[in-house]
């Protein structure tokens, strides 16, 4: 089991950027993979970002180019720069590892680009 704490959410403007941050309460070396993952109503769970144990990073075709996930294994805490932000970006950002085969959550962040 891992805790996992977000926090960068919040509301943005067209173009704008946001950083989040995933801070797990163990080492991330003990997980397969770290991932960011975007909720909207009425839809499910959609991986945007992720980072393998070996450091190999993978993203979504919407947010190639804009997204940047990135870990600091020295604090444990997982990164996604988002940036030229679109409305299509709204959503809530979850922060996922991945452990022996089983998902771990965090609670999820709102993110609001407005114009």
């Known amino acids: 089991q891992v805790h996992l704490v977000e926090s960068g959410g919040g509301r943005v403007e067209p173009g704008g950027s946001l950083t989040l941050s995933c801070v797990a309460s163990?080492?991330?070396?003990?997980?397969?993979?770290m991932a960011w993952y975007r909720q909207v109503p009425g839809k499910e769970r959609d991986i945007v970002a992720s980072?393998?144990?070996?450091?190999?990073?993978g993203y979504v075709g919407a947010v190639k180019g804009r997204f940047a996930i990135s870990r600091d294994i020295a604090t444990n805490t997982v990164y996604l720069q988002m940036n030229d932000l679109t409305s299509e970006d709204t959503g809530i950002y979850f922060c996922?590892?991945?452990?022996?085969?089983?998902?771990?959550w965090g609670q999820g962040l709102q993110v609001t680009v407005y114009s």
């Open positions: 996922n590892a991945l452990i022996g085969g089983q998902f771990n």
């Open positions: 163990r080492p991330l070396a003990t997980s397969e993979q």
């Open positions: 980072i393998t144990h070996d450091g190999i990073k």
